[in-house]
């Protein structure tokens, strides 16, 4: 609950205090959210479907066009003086967001059709920002006038100023479908726009089509509007049927990439220079040349030589690649549009403001035919009131006109009464009586200059009077009919389509040519061995001639070396019951320490890397699929409680994600040990740190389908015992060596301990000491010579 001041009463009733007021504090923050929601809404995120502007740029517009009359053929004035009127008579907000609202309406590769004339820096596709509005001037491009030149004609509503010192446009008098024109982009409460810029002749044309088939659908619409038409230009890739529903719900993704060719200024380099001349909407060129270079550096794609951005202001864009000698150039964008933002998915939503059936604005997700319908139903009030605004004015000035006429006809009688007159309102009545006219005539008649009644002028008079009288049948000729109003309509929007229409920027395609990425087609295909140590550090090398001669870090060592192609992945086991995938190309070459494996797996608190595994075939067995099991070839895990089971290598190839996927699934205080590829004729010793062991059959391991806790391979008779390690036995000379904790190196060969079944307490190999450590067999590293290969 919560206090507040109620009427200025006092307890007791008198009228000269404060009453507390208990309300819920629920319901309170409720209606205090839902007024500033509505707030954002209406007065500051969403467009007005009628001109598609917001309350801040209506009045920046308003300011410069009837305030300081900076129309297109004025002389620029400061954007301080601007911003300054704007926020001082209109917007009571702050002068930056004013300026900023003032900078995007400037901007040619923001707007399609630039509402504001800027000179001086506005910034740049690049990504600089404007400079300081002390520095910058501007004024009205032509079309933007022609959002506001019929505000004289009393066409839309005025409201009082947030002060109430003056008036303001509750919406301008659009002559075009600005909203589609120029887009425009807000983030209310609960709701957003984002509405991508149009081809002013294209929406023209559907706009008048639409006058005519005012049941046309959006399919209709579309073979005049065949897309957005974004500034710099760009590709849809998205398909027609796509675009089209899209368009019908108000809502969707729209697919733009960048457009490229050959560079035809140096010939002899054509096939090894690419020239980038358009890009998505919204890219900033600065960003997108620094992620190109990124790549560049990192030899992500080794193609890639060279990148240089020679844009400048005749050329346009142009951002160039050099690539290798006998490079596919489609291979080289492939990669681009996926890893760069040279595609962008443009998030179309089309809710804007618009008036429902009382004339109250109200926030609506629109259709393309209801976009252009809402405007013409504005734009067809909007002329009916100018014809009754025009109207007016000339049946007052025929109205004089008449009364000049009208007096001529006895001059003399009419300079004889003004004469004998008092003054002005005595001569007014005098003439009210003796001729027929009022009282409006006679002040106007009064106020005229006696030559304009002489013969000479009345001639002129009453051809005025003719004409007037002409236009004003002709308008209420219009006026009587809707059909009329239209065709006015249409023709308005045809005489403005033919004066500012322009080519359209933005090519169109379709998803056919979205290839499939494969990043194997942007790796350079060569033999390498991954190069893991046992605190986690790993690194890529060509050939190694000794394990002894890799450097690692003081107290580290290596904990194993995975040959492969860098095609393939290399998997890594922790600790934890957690695999990591990773293609080997992403691991970065060199000959000092590499880099700590957290940079590209989320490893656990605790867990460790304890065995790795290369997918490339020359190594590990490919998969072979069966009815009943899983594909072979298959993994043997063994835990420090004892726990053994088998699992399919099949489900780990592919490369995974930061989090890695399961492989065990461990009871508290469990952990791997030993994971290793084994086949089903091998045996397998476990000893424990108590000193027994236990040599049984893989075979007698369970295949499981997904993580899980396997089954007893070593039954433990001491809590404190625990498995060190495992060991495959395939060959009648594999050993396991171990140091026992006298400091003795022993051996345990195969033909000693007898195979039994798992699950038992095996044999105590020693009575009197542990083992302190069991030793690894050696790397054996892979002579890539003798595969005959380099």
Known sequence: MVARNGSNSDADGSENGDQLQFVSISGETRRRYLNYAMSVIMSRALPD????????????????????????????RKCAKIVGDTTGNYHPHGDEAVYDALVRLAQDFTYREPLVDGQGNFGNVMGLPAAARRYTEAKLTAIAERLMSELRYETVEMRPTYDATR????????????????????????MATNMPPHNLGEVIKAAIYLVDHPEATVAN?????????????????????ELRKIYEEGRGAIKVRGEWKYDTEKKKEIKNRLVIHSIPYGVETGGLVNSLGDIRDSRKLPQLVDVADESDGEQGLRIVLHIKSGTDPETVMSYMYKHTRLEENFSYNATCLVPDEHGVLVPHRCSLVELLQHFLDFRFITV?????????????????????????????????????????????????????????????????????ISSLEIDKIREELEEKQAEAARIRKILKSDAQLWKEVQAELKELGDQFKSKR???????????????????????????????????????????????????????????????????????????????????????????????HFKLSDGAAIIAGLTTDPRFTPEDVEYEDY?????????????????????????????????????????????????????????????????????ADVPILNSAGRGVRGLKLTDEEDQVLAAKRLSRPSDVLKIVNENGKELSFGQMKYNVTGRGGKGVKTSQRTGIQAVIRPEIELVDWTSLGEE
């Open 49 to 76: 479907v009628r001109d598609g502007l917001k309350p801040v740029q209506r009045r920046i517009m308003y300011t410069m066009y009837h305030d300081l009359r900076l129309t297109a053929d004025a002389k620029y």
């Open 167 to 190: 008036d303001e446009p509750t919406v301008l008098p659009s002559q075009y479908p600005n909203l589609l024109v120029n887009g425009s982009q807000g983030i209310a409460v609960g």
């Open 221 to 241: 619409v579309r073979k005049y509007i065949k897309g957005p038409d974004f500034p710099l230009g760009g590709r849809i890739v998205t398909d027609s049927v």
């Open 384 to 452: 009916r009131r100018r014809f009754e605004y025009l109207l007016a004015q000339l049946e007052r000035r025929i109205h004089i006109l008449e009364g000049f006429v009208i007096i001529f006809d006895d001059l003399e009688e009419a300079l004889r009464i003004i004469r004998k007159s008092t003054g002005k309102q005595d001569a007014c009545q005098k003439l009210v009586k003796a001729f027929p006219l009022d009282e409006e005539q006679a002040t106007a008649i009064l106020e005229l200059q006696l030559y304009r």
């Open 505 to 599: 920027r933005t090519a169109l395609g379709s998803s056919d040519e979205i290839t499939e990425f494969d990043p194997q087609a942007y790796i350079v295909r060569e033999n390498t061995n991954v190069v893991v140590t046992n605190e986690g550090w790993v690194r890529r090398l060509g050939k190694i001639s000794s394990v002894a001669k890799l450097r690692v870090r003081d107290g580290d060592e290596i904990l194993g070396v995975y040959p492969g192609s860098t095609l393939e992945n290399v998997i890594m086991f922790s600790s934890d019951g957690t695999a990591y995938t990773i293609p080997m190309d992403q691991i970065p070459p060199s000959t000092g320490y590499g880099e700590p494996l957290s940079k």
């Open 630 to 698: 899983p594909p072979e070839p298959y993994l043997f895990i063994a835990t420090a409680h004892g726990q053994v089971m088998r699992m399919s290598l099949s489900q780990f190839r592919a490369p995974s994600t930061k989090n890695g996927r399961k492989y065990c699934r461990l009871a508290a205080g469990d952990r791997v040990v030993h994971v290793e590829v084994m086949n089903e004729e091998d045996t397998v010793f476990l000893i424990s740190k108590e000193a027994r062991l236990i040599h049984f059959a893989v």
